[in-house]
Every structure is written in C-alpha cells, then in structure tokens.
C-alpha cells in the first residue's frame, strides 16, 4: 500500500464537487483509504491563488484545512515562495541569487500549477492505496477526468524545501533591513 497525493482535474469544475462527494461515499464503503481531500480552486483574477473551497478529513483528527499537507501546499502556492515557484520563474528567477534553489524546490508545485490552470477547480486526495482502479473508474470513466498520482514522501519533501527557502528569504529580508 503506497501513500499518494492523487491530483483529479476536470473540465467543468462542478466535476470536481461531484467526485468530492462520491469518493466521500466510496472512503465509507472502504473502495478508498483517504487521509485527506479537498476540492481546491485556482483563481482567475490574475492573482494566481489557491483557495481550498471544501476540505474534508478522513482521519478523524480534525485537521483544519490549513493544518495538513494539503493545507501547507495550497498556503505555499497562494504565497510568495508560490510566485517564485511558479507563474513568474523566468523574469523573477533572473533577479534572484537563490535560481537553483527555486529550481530544486519547483517539483510539485509547478507539476500543479500546470494541471490547475487559472479559473480550474481540482480535487486532491491523499489517500493509501492498493488498488487505483476504483478511483480511475469513478475519475477517468464516468466524470471524464484526469488522474495524476504523486508519492506523498516527494511531496512531503518539495514542502519541507519550499518552507526552508521561505525562511531562509525571510531570514535574508530580516537581515538587510
């Protein structure tokens, strides 16, 4: 059994409050072991925010939305280690001494930058599984979606990096003041 970070994104963003709800009934039916989900919506406004619109958590720890993985990468795609993640790596990077840093660190979140695009709502789940095929059936076959599986060890460590550069930044900004 491998712990992922699953990314579902649809064309209609109605898709992904569907599959919130119905991979909520196969979590129950135990068709799916999740940790966390959360239907997340990337605004259109040119801000390029992350919003988690609904947030669910299956391990009955009462993690807030903003108290688990998923919490800590939307929070760092909606900040500025985001920014420099991400949707401004070319002209921001050239003014940066830290490139190979933001590069290194880039991983996840550029991979969901460019599977939510501006204005798209995505489903995320993390989730242990044994067998993907319930949820390709639910995802692929009958909403018409996208599945992108990610190890939750990666992600974990793209975060951890993201958040060390953060400080680092902070620390830097600190100082030359």
Known sequence: MEKRVIIMNFEISSQAYEAFSKVKK????????????????????????FEIEDFLDFTGNNKSA??????MLVGILGGPIGILL???TGSVIGGTQDVKEVRNAQGV??????????????????ADEDDNR??????????????????????????????????????????EK
């Open 86 to 88: 991400g949707w401004f």
């Open 26 to 49: 196969m979590h129950m039916s135990r068709e799916v072991k999740g940790d966390q989900m959360a239907v997340i919506r990337h605004s259109e406004d040119g801000q390029h925010q």
């Open 109 to 126: 979140f550029s991979f969901l930058i460019d599977k939510v695009s501006e204005g798209s709502t995505a489903l995320l789940l993390i």
């Open 134 to 175: 319930p949820l390709n059936q639910l995802i692929m076959n009958e909403l018409g979606g996208e599945i992108t599986r990610l190890d939750y060890d990666d992600v974990e460590e793209d975060i951890k990096k993201a958040q060390d550069m953060a400080k680092e930044k902070e620390n830097h900004s600190n100082l």
């Open 66 to 71: 903003t108290g688990g993985l998923i919490g």
